[in-house]
């Protein structure tokens, strides 16, 4: 922490100290989700078949968001979900969270000044043929919808692609 009389010789620190403590107010009030916490709650809901197909999961520190946690939870659950109900059958299943920020400044207006765009993208081996989107239709359109609630965006893979899931939600790291 900055103090307070050396911040106000510098504006810009002053600033992003008042920024981190706002934000950590909302992390106390449970005004923003851990999606660390979240994917983690998700994962461990099914431990005994993930140990069953040796997965192998690596996750890029996940972004805070502003968003209801009821929400954030069915999103993460749907996501394991799908990766779940179609393992390779010849490998170990490996699922890799790869989180980026945008530095694009392009946020909607509704959101907060000190949130910041990130794009989380759902590496898998699990296997999506072409009938895959079709037979989990419902479920996509969910995880879109929830996305979108909170000025995201959420787009499942055509074939062979290089993430079956992207993620995009503004939020916050710590």
């Known amino acids: ?19 981190a403590l706002n934000a950590m107010e909302l992390v106390d009030e449970g005004l923003l989700v851990d999606l660390n916490k979240v994917v983690q709650e998700s994962l461990d809901c099914v431990k005994e078949q993930l140990s069953q197909l040796n997965a192998i999961i690596r996750c890029d520190n996940l972004p805070h968001v502003q968003a209801k946690a009821e929400d954030m ?46 794009e989380i993208c759902v590496h898998t081996n699990s296997c999506n043929e072409a009938s895959w989107q079709t037979e989990h239709q419902q479920e996509i359109a969910e995880s879109a919808a929830i996305c979108a609630r909170y000025s995201g965006a959420f787009t499942a893979a055509h074939g062979h692609a290089e993430s079956l899931f992207k993620l995009t939600l503004p939020g916050k790291l710590f």
């Open 73 to 118: 939870k069915q999103l993460s659950n749907h996501l394991v979900r799908l990766i779940l109900l179609h393992p390779p059958q010849k490998s170990k299943l490996f699922i890799y969270l790869k989180c980026n920020r945008f530095d694009s400044e392009a946020l909607p207006a509704k959101t907060s000044a000190w949130l910041h765009p990130y």
């Open 1 to 19: 922490m900055t103090d307070v009389f050396q911040a106000l010789d510098n504006p810009k620190t002053l600033k992003a100290e008042i920024v």
